[in-house]
């Protein structure tokens, strides 16, 4: 018996860790929080035979019941605790909504991997005169629960993935395959489900694969109008090394050199980044257009009142951490009534996939109009940042693949953009951890169901 100890940020990694030291055949018995992330601590038995990928694995099979009878042991011990109080009540409805736990149920790999459509009826919580009276809940025993419970579904989301890939590989090999492909684009899990729901009835190969790409590109959206024909401000907003500023240095170029230098205007709020201010000055000078610096703290509103005869006003922000209060108050400002500001949020195709997602939540709060994708040049894959945007229905308003001004500035055509993901798709073929990855992803998401 082999027993070893795996420290990771999140149970997701951690559990990679797992299989890619010890393999699939890894037990875990224990895990918990600690400073900086989570510790799980794993066992492997070399005694035991190894079982062929799709003979159900009882070894995961037990774990898998054990764990799901911890959950609800949890649960019902939360749910006797809502009983008695009403601030823990509001905290446990947020925790178990949409959240359906069943224990005791047996799970095997040949068996169809969806959700159970219906859940046992839980057990009534025992009368409040047959339990210790609670005189209140200790919010850091309350918060260790959460954790505990948010660890044991990462946990099982996992194990139910790499099963259901099992299970998809012997009994439909060519979706299967499919899947692969889809992988090595880069497309997120729920998006490639979909997909993969829209060719439902097409068995060659090859056709199914055209359409497939078909209905991606019908899946972006594109705006009627170009932002820069549209009018009005335009503000570019995103994490720092997004390229928000050479973005918008292309913008006033293409405008200038369509439409003269007469009817826009350049806008700065970045006071944070050093440089930032200079850099747009300079442009300014070039193009002979007027720059003007916003200050934190000073009124937006007033600050673009004398451009309000400006047919365009391109405003640059600053790219700040999520935690930062001044980001706060500029996404404020941008949202003001008076500003009727057309914000895009600028993407670096070149960025991981949590780096994007972290971007979109931390920047929804001043109501996006769509986004730029920026730096199509560098990146080996398109897939992430095209499961963002068309997950969250932001339209591409233009696609950026080079340095030069502005002659690298594109309007977006979602057959080429399909093509380009296809062109700089993985090579090798994705690694069985990647898929259950994948399928792991799904079971993540609201509707919980492939194959």
Known sequence: MQVKRFFAADMRQAMKLVRDELGAEAAIIGNRRIAGGVELTAALDYKLSALAPRVPNMELEDELRKTQSRIASAQAELSLRSSEGEGVAGSNRQLFAGQPLTAGLPLTAAEPLVEQAQAEPRRPAPAPAQAAPARGVDPR??????????????????????????????????QANLWRRLQRIGLSGPLSRDLLALINGIEEPRQAWRMLLAHLARMIVTPEVEPLEEGGVIAMVGPAGMGKTTTLAKLAARYVLKYGAQSIALVSMDSFRIGAQEQLKTLGRIL??????????????????????????????????ASDPALRMQLESLAGRGIKSKNYLVLATTSQKQVLTAAYHSYKRCGLAGCILTKLDETASLGEV??????????????????????????????????????????????????????????????????
């Open 141 to 174: 025993a309350l918060d260790s629960m959460r954790f505990e419970l948010n660890s044991l579904r990462e946990l099982m989301e996992v194990q139910l993935g790499s099963l259901a890939w099992n299970q998809l590989q012997g009994s439909r090999p060519a």
């Open 288 to 321: 002979n257009v007027s720059v003007t610096h916003v200050d934190p703290g000073q009124s937006l509103v007033q600050a673009l009142e004398p451009l309000l005869r400006k047919r365009v006003v391109l405003i640059d922000t600053a790219g700040l951490q």
């Open 386 to 451: 095209l499961s963002l945007a068309i997950g969250h229905e932001l339209p591409v308003a233009y696609l950026t693949d080079g340095p030069r001004i502005p002659d690298d500035l594109h309007l977006p055509r979602r057959h080429q953009l399909v093509s380009r993901a296809v062109s700089v798709q993985m090579q090798e073929e994705p690694s069985e951890e990647a898929m259950a990855d994948m399928f792991a992803d799904i079971y993540h998401s609201p509707t919980k169901q492939v194959g």
